[in-house]
């Protein structure tokens, strides 16, 4: 994990200690915003409740589980009239004792844990970690009643395998719906005419299919198509002799005044210039001259000068 378990992979460090635990089934609860020295992970096992991490608030129902790191400040919101059972803890790292295996050694030997630490960026919601509660449980249980470090070594790292599975389950099943979406875009972008065209197709609820692909991707879903749709009129204007009137139902957008404005809105200029300054540009670079480059439409429309002398360049 970024900035926790990552940081502690070279150290002789192990995780034995439960710094702060919940275990409770309450109607309402008051907590100020704080932080701790440890990952928290808790798990809501009926009804609801809400965290704030940082500036951002999420809302966590039956079988979610919220994993966020250390040092970020949060607090736990409880929802009038919405009774919540919660249970979690946070996490502190410790010297590894003799008997423990520290944190290198269990991130190295299991794939998936290792996988969920190098992609984990700070805050994870699993939707579905029913599977995952005993776990949690064992944990709370031998730190309430027991508390054996080497034991509790054992189920803390137990826990985290499982936290590991069932996200990166999780996250592939998710990024298959995303593949799904995308492929989908790149082979029919000139058919699509709404959001429910890709829904239907793809066999997913319309705004739960919006949702994940910003989460995932951090675009809407009509953002990466009109991209795809720039960089293929992109890609026809430099390669083909096509009439500009007639780019806009080569990409699907049937409607050369709107066509006009994204492709000015993504590169800057009109396609009439874009072609100009391309082919203009093209033929300086194939005399020697001084060249420009235009980047592709993921980056803009951009150019860069660059000098043949030898020694200088300017950007």
């Known amino acids: 994990m970024n900035g926790y378990l990552s940081d502690h992979i070279s150290k002789e460090l192990t995780l034995s200690t439960v710094e702060g635990y919940v275990d409770f089934a309450w109607d309402s609860f008051q907590m100020d915003f704080h932080t701790h020295a440890g990952i928290e992970i808790n798990y809501v096992s009926d009804g609801s409740c809400a965290y704030y991490v940082n500036s951002e608030r999420y809302v966590l129902k039956k079988h979610n589980l919220l994993l966020f790191n250390s040092g970020l400040w949060h607090k736990l919101e409880f929802i009038p009239n919405t009774p919540c059972s919660l249970h979690g803890c946070s996490l502190a790292p410790t010297a590894a004792n003799e008997g423990m295996l520290p944190l290198r050694s269990l991130i ?7 996988q969920f630490v190098h992609s984990f960026s700070g805050v994870a919601i699993i939707s579905d970690a029913h599977s995952i509660y005993p776990s949690i449980k064992a944990v709370l249980d031998e730190f309430q009643h027991k508390h054996c470090p080497c034991y509790s070594n054992i189920i803390i ?8 599975r069932v996200y990166q389950s999780a996250n592939s099943y998710l990024i298959s719906h995303i593949n799904a979406i995308k492929d989908y875009i790149q082979q029919n972008y000139c058919n699509i005419t709404c959001i429910d065209d890709i829904a239907n197709h793809v066999g997913l609820n319309k705004t739960y299919m919006q949702r994940i692909f910003k989460q995932q991707m951090e675009c809407t ?19 083909s002799d096509i009439n500009i009137g007639d780019l806009d139902q080569q990409v699907g957008i049937n409607s050369r005044q709107n066509f006009y404005l994204l492709f000015r809105k993504q590169y800057g200029v009109s396609p009439q210039e874009f072609r100009k300054q391309y082919r203009e540009l ?6 020697g001259e001084e060249t420009y480059h235009i980047q592709s439409a993921e980056n803009g429309f951009a150019k860069k000068r660059k000098n043949r002398k030898e020694g200088e360049q300017h950007v």
């Open 108 to 114: 190295q030997s299991n794939s998936d844990l290792k």
């Open 157 to 164: 790292n137990k826990m985290l395998i499982d936290i590991a």
């Open 221 to 239: 879903v009509w953002q990466y198509l009109t991209n795809v749709r720039m960089r293929t009129a992109e890609l026809l204007l430099k390669s």
């Open 282 to 287: 093209a033929a300086k670079d194939d005399s």
